[in-house]
């Protein structure tokens, strides 16, 4: 055999497990080309447009009661009793607390004994009065001293009412500063109470805002600490800025039967007004936070029909949509629905051009 032909024939015998192998990682790499390709997610788009919505003032605020009330005595003494407790929902008319009143009802039975003298002698000078037969200065200075006597017993009779503490509303007891067996002074404040069957929300509105803040408007009450939202009316405007904060004083009533807003909470205050302005909206559900609470839209890109994550800043809510205030233009189209699996660049479906 010639010498070329066994070298060919010695080396075919490689040849077709070659070709075979060349030909299977071709195939393989072909095959893994194919399963690298993402799949297309079917997703629901949304044009951005403007909307007009009413103009809102946001205001933080502090509650407080419709009443508050800082009770104490008119006199002086050492507390033997205290009928309360703090929280305790307090009728109007229950007695709060008491002195010894052993000093001030001495002092009213001198008062008495006084004033019986005193009745006594004026009594016989006024019939001598009548017979003309004192001077009308005599009896003119014993009858300033009935008047005197009198007003003596009276003093004393009211120094031993006011050793006994009533509550005047009906209100919740915010605070008890005394205990039994402490001597307090006169005008001291010792109890704190108030009726919140309504509150009242104290805010300070800016003075680019106090103009949009009318009597009687409705106003939305969250209560963060709370996390839930009532409804209240403006029932007081300020007309007079503060000195060191230039902002003004308004006050917003809210029925609390419930009981549930407490005095010092934090309010947030939202109030619409008469006023429209033009926004950027797009709905909630197509907003989505990082972890680091950032939040972004997916927006799509028409001629490779994919889309890709974008950076927005949001601004109020009006009803189930959100303002943009940054980050996307009117007429670009974001995803609302279906954005769980989507990352940038994937590819999609529309389900319904808008």
Known sequence: MPAHRFLLSKSCKYCLPITAMIFWLSSCTSDNKKSEAPPSRTVEIEVVKTDKVSSSVSLSGNVEGKQTLRLGFMVAGKVNYVAVQEGETIQKGTLLASLDNTDYRISLQAAKGKLMEVQDKYDRLKIMHDRNSISEADFVAIKAGLQQAKA????????VKDTRLYAPITGVLLKKGVSEGEVIDKGMPVFGLADIDQVKINAAVPENDIHRIKLHQTAKITIPALDTVYTGEITEVGLAAEATTRTYNARILVKNPEHRILPGMIAEILIDTDNETEVLTVPGSAILRDADNSTYVYVLDKNSNTVFKRSVSVGKFHKDRI???????????????????????????????P
């Not at 974001?334 to 954005?339: K, L, N, P, W």
């Open 323 to 353: 303002e943009i205030t940054s980050g996307l233009e009117e007429g670009e189209r974001i995803v609302t629905g279906a954005q769980q699996k989507l990352y940038d660049g994937t590819p999609v479906t529309v389900k319904q051009e």
């Open 152 to 159: 003596q017993q009276e003093l004393r009779a009211k120094n």
